[in-house]
């Protein structure tokens, strides 16, 4: 039995040695990898908005007279060009009112003729007592005729020139009641031509509340137009913005819905800030392309010079799922760190926090590494 207690212990006491030097070996087993600092870098400053694009030029069609909707003929989403007829009224009321304007100018029309004839008959008798009153009035200065018959030829004469003038005046409102009648009648034909909606300009159709055989009165929607490949995108900004974003500006601008990014230019500054959201409306131009659509989403980043920011290279940077992760090095050994993202600008990205600078990151990872593991530099 004590012989077996010895061998027993001369065991231990092996193995007790044994662990040691494999713990030895193993610590100092570093796995080569290349590090990076973090420094600060200039890059530039940007203020991200979002907004809708909207039509620069919408408008809501209307009839200008009373009357009942006839044909409608648009759909919904259709592209129209300019002065394209939409919808027909009624116009039996309008037309009756130009067949009305039309009689009253033939009427007095045809009383011209008359008028004219009862002028030169009116002339004609006041040539003749013209004639007869310088006769008389070369007798009456010899002493031939009586004062009476003087007298009588100068009545003559002025009742010559009396019946002259009113046929003359006649005549004058002959012409006045045609002018009328031609006013009226133009009237009546511009009311006619209300019944007859058109485009006023080419685009698309975006509302139809009009249907055949509904009443349409002045000032109610008929449809909604909006002009075709002039869009904008309205973008609500910080009134802290306001001196620092101004008319003609660049800025870059991102449909989600197309996948597109582009530069575009700021074609409006609201300078009224909206009490609510402490925010003031930025309009920007967007160039012609045949996707966009009023209602889409759309992200404006406006540039605002440079700033100093905490960057670190893309590689060195873990995700899963939401945390972002790295390795930095302290001693010789990897210590895993949570971090905060910001930007990314080609192969770096801007830490917000978790990093101060000088720290020396892993980069890129090495598949393998853990969190204490010995690192060095490869030889």
Known sequence: MKGLFVALAAILWLGGCGEPQRKLEASAAAMPVRTVAVAEESW???????????ARTAAVV????????????????????????????????LDANYRRADAARE?????????????????????????????????????????????????????????????????????????????????ADIERGYTQIQAPF??????????????????AALLTIEQDGAYRLEVPVEESRLPVIRNGGRVSVSIDALDRTFEASIGEVVPSVDAASRSYLVKIDLPAMSQLRSGIFGRARFD????SVLAAPAPAVMERGQLQSVYIVEAGVARLRIVSLGRKAADRVEVLSGLSAGERLVSPIPPGLADGAKVGTPQ
Do not use: W
């Open 44 to 54: 530039p400053e940007e203020y991200e908005a979002t907004g809708t694009v909207r």
């Open 62 to 93: 209307s009839s200008k007279v009373m009357g009942y909707v006839r044909e409608v003929r648009f759909t919904t989403g259709q592209h129209v060009s300019a002065g394209q007829l939409l919808v027909v009224l009624d116009a039996a009321d």
């Open 107 to 187: 009427e007095a029309t045809s009383a011209v003729s008359e008028a004219e004839n009862g002028v030169a008959a009116a002339k004609t008798q006041l040539e003749l007592a013209q004639a007869t009153f310088k006769r008389m009035s070369d007798l009456y200065a010899s002493k031939s005729i009586s004062d009476q018959e003087y007298d009588e030829a100068t009545a003559r004469l002025k009742g010559a020139e009396a019946a002259s003038a009113m046929a003359v005046s006649k005549r004058a409102q002959l012409n006045a009641k045609i002018a009328q009648a031609d006013q009226e009648r133009r009237s």
């Open 202 to 219: 080419a685009g698309v159709i975006t509302a139809k509340p009009v249907e055949p055989g509904m009443l349409a009165t002045p000032g």
């Open 304 to 307: 605002l010079g440079k700033c």
